[in-house]
């Protein structure tokens, strides 16, 4: 992903591109991702209303996708709550890490190599972000707390 947006923004310097990866692999995004490769109905599970919680974030995605389109319709995509799981509900954690475990057991399983990883990115995640516009870089708080910090004290 890293050499795809290399060579997609080469204007951009390596601290903005570090921060273009953080803003694609998210939890929201790597959900999405799950639901469009279809890996979401093989998950096997004991709980009971993580399969309803589920399907309403898939028809929710869905909704999203018909009404901000295709690029970033997954930003700001609140995950339907789930009680017993927290307090976002476990069904966007549980899509992502399931593509998390998939991209890690194909790494393994190619014997380390990173061009079946590249190849990977190249038919799912680049569709998504091969705009003239890069993605949107959401900054988690904590690190726009940190920064704001660190920018403070180095003024002192």
């Known amino acids: 992903m890293v050499k795809h947006l290399f060579k997609k923004?080469?204007?951009?310097?390596?601290?903005?591109?570090?921060?273009l990866k953080c803003a694609i692999i998210t939890n929201h995004f790597l959900s999405n991702l799950?639901?469009?490769?279809?890996?979401?109905?093989?998950?096997r599970y004991f709980s009971v209303?993580?399969?309803?919680?589920?399907?309403?974030?898939?028809t929710c995605l869905e909704d999203r996708k018909?009404?901000?389109?295709?690029?970033?319709?997954w930003l700001e995509l609140e995950a339907p709550k789930v009680c017993s799981f927290g307090k976002y509900g476990a069904?966007?954690?549980?899509?992502?890490?399931i593509v998390e475990a998939i991209m890690g057991a194909m790494f393994?399983?190619?014997?380390?190599?990173?061009?079946?990883?590249?190849?990977f990115f190249e038919r799912h995640f680049a569709e998504f972000f091969d705009t003239d516009d890069p993605p949107?870089?959401?900054?988690?708080?904590?690190?726009?707390?940190?920064?704001t910090r660190l920018n403070l004290v180095c003024a002192l």
């Open 66 to 73: 018909l009404t901000k389109g295709k690029n970033e319709f």
């Open 34 to 43: 799950c639901v469009k490769t279809g890996l979401h109905r093989f998950i």
């Open 136 to 147: 949107t870089i959401q900054r988690h708080p904590m690190v726009s707390l940190s920064t």
């Open 9 to 19: 923004y080469p204007q951009h310097d390596p601290h903005h591109l570090t921060n």
């Open 91 to 97: 069904d966007s954690e549980v899509l992502s890490d």
């Open 49 to 58: 209303s993580l399969p309803a919680a589920i399907a309403n974030y898939v």
């Open 108 to 119: 393994l399983d190619s014997g380390f190599d990173m061009s079946v990883i590249d190849s």
